[in-house]
């Protein structure tokens, strides 16, 4: 059990040291792994949401991406990752900023009208 819990950890530090270098494919590997060795904690899915933030796409951040595994973060059935309340609020605050700035297509309804 001690082994599994310092592993978990270690994979999560891991792919913390990958992500504050850019590179997010090895992040991604490091908190998939550490997820996939204790399912239940919700920390390594907030790091993938973190990830999916942070990532290029054409589109931009991948926002839903982000939604999924902060949800996934927070139903975590054995240690949900509290951290992630805080997280998924911002998101949405975010975005709502981005819609108010950018507006939605094909819609004329205004996000204060909301």
Same mark, same amino acid.
């Given at each position: ?62 926002? $839903? ?5 902060? $949800? ?13 309340? $805080?997280?998924? $609020? ?25």
């Amino acid at each position: 059990n001690g082994v599994v819990q310092n592993l978990h950890r270690f994979l999560i530090h891991l792919g913390d040291l990958h992500r504050y270098a850019s590179s997010f494919s090895k992040a991604e590997e490091g908190y998939t792994r550490a997820s996939r060795l204790a399912p239940g904690k919700g920390n390594p899915y907030n790091q993938l949401a973190v990830v999916a933030q942070l990532r290029d796409s054409p589109q931009g951040p991948l926002t $839903a991406v982000a939604l999924y595994w902060y $949800a996934r973060s927070l139903l975590a059935s054995r240690d949900p990752f509290e951290t992630s309340r $805080a997280n998924l $609020a911002r998101l949405f605050a975010t975005n709502r900023v981005w819609l108010e700035d950018h507006g939605t297509v094909g819609d004329d309804v205004s996000m204060t009208d909301a």
